[in-house]
């Protein structure tokens, strides 16, 4: 070790020392403080650290976190965590690189002053050549232990480059991920598209189907004149085109008002055809062939047996006719049609003398008007209840007329009046339920209810359109249930 010759002034200590600390740049404004603690061991102070937990503890909490929820979070989200974290892990490494600057500047710092405290013990004795030699060992173990932090500085430096290369390769994963969900969506949009244009096709095609094609001479000289039209409008007269379409519309109107006859007159032609057929039957049915009225038979001749001494069966068939069956328990001479009937026509057999005469429907049964409305509203409801008057128990006549309350739900039906429950069950295959098939006070106000075998009622409601919408309502929630709600030997 170069020993300071005992010739050299207090001056030119001073200015050594001054040029130590002037190519010196101090990443804190303040010396460290160290001790000296057993076995001549630099120990440095603790000191309070009020910044919080270091950059990279941050980064790889949040690492942690994005690898325990990437599989409830979005490709798109994953990917801007990680070009997060990417950014993260670059600002890291740029502070790795300053701490490496500052660990240099510490190393030639440490040189420098170690130099002069050589150059001081030569000029000290006693008690202050010891202070020295205690400082140069401090000097000493301070550079192991900088040397000791390079090497973890180095560490963490590698594994900041290792983390940035997996969160760079992630971002570019997540990215292309990105972009097949993206390539998939764009895919399925495009076949939406195609599939909504196929439907919108099928529609205008079953649209133009459904059009009249009858053609008739009104409607060939229209084509014609819509023809000539269009070779107009390509010889560039406006005028003349402009009267063709005025001769269109008039002529379209004149065909409207003439449809409007025609069904007037098939109309009329229906009802004389069905008179002179009435002249030459014994029975017809007087009624209107509607849900909520009553079908009434009654003889057109002086010759028709009496309906009192005849057997009497009613049916309903397809409307082509090919396909009929028995309506079980109609065999009187009204008939009350309930919601099974629309659709169908009506017929009825006369049996007298060992002679059958049939009546049937000119046309199949219509719904009610504004009934399909009433129903879907109902059936929104949790129940409906509906005002009724016991007509009949088990086939006998009830004598009390007091108000009963018929509650149709989505599991049971109950009949009760107030908190007395006459009766209450759940929809099963024993259950029927159906209009009146009999001659009672008002049949198309009421409706028969067998609720298990042994017990049944006649329910009379307060109109035609609560009596069929109950009807409707309680079969739609008896076949939720997996039950078919009908009359006796009814084929639903």
Known sequence: MTKISPEIDETVLTESILAVSADVSFASDHFPKYKLGPDNQ?????????????????????????????????????????????AAAAKLADEAKLREVASLEGHVLLKKLRDALESLRGRMAGRDKEDVEKAISMVEALAVKLTQKEGELIQEKFEVKKLANFLKQASEDAKK???????????????????????????????????????????????????????????????????????????RNQIREKSI??????????????????????????????????????????????????????????????????????NKTIYAPEPLDVGRILQADILSNGQTVSVTTAAPIDSAAGLGGYVETLLRKSSSEFNVIISQINGQDHPSHSTHAFNVGKMRIKLCRGWITKSREIYSTSMLLCGVRGDGNAPAKSLF????????????????????????VARKHAFDCGVMLGGPDDQM
């Open 177 to 251: 991920l990105v972009n097949q969900e993206k390539s998939f969506a764009c895919a399925e949009i495009e076949s939406a598209r195609a599939v909504v244009q196929r439907f919108g096709e099928a529609l205008d095609e079953q649209e133009r189907n459904t059009e009249n094609s009858q053609k008739t001479q009104e409607i060939e000289e229209l084509i014609e004149e819509v023809q000539e039209a269009r070779r107009i409008k390509l010889m560039h007269q406006p005028s003349k085109v402009m009267d063709l379409e005025h001769e269109l519309r008039a002529l």
């Open 261 to 330: 006859f025609s069904i007037k007159l098939q109309k009329e032609l229906a009802i004389n055809k069905k008179a002179e057929e009435n002249k030459s039957r014994l029975y017809a049915l007087h009624g209107s062939e509607t849900l909520g009225s009553c079908l009434r038979l009654q003889p057109c001749s002086d010759n028709a047996p009496l309906l009192s001494k005849s057997s009497i069966q009613w049916f309903r068939a397809s409307p082509d006719g090919n396909q009929r069956e028995i309506i079980s328990g109609a």
């Open 42 to 86: 630099i120990l440095e102070e603790p000191r309070g650290d009020n910044n919080g937990p270091s950059l990279k503890e941050v980064v790889e909490r949040e690492t942690t976190q994005l690898s325990e929820q990437h599989k409830r979070l979005s490709v798109r989200d994953l990917a801007s965590k990680f070009d997060k974290n990417l």
């Open 449 to 472: 209810w067998q609720p298990r075998k042994g017990l049944s009622y006649v329910l009379t409601f307060e109109s035609e359109r609560e009596r069929n919408a109950a009807i409707m």
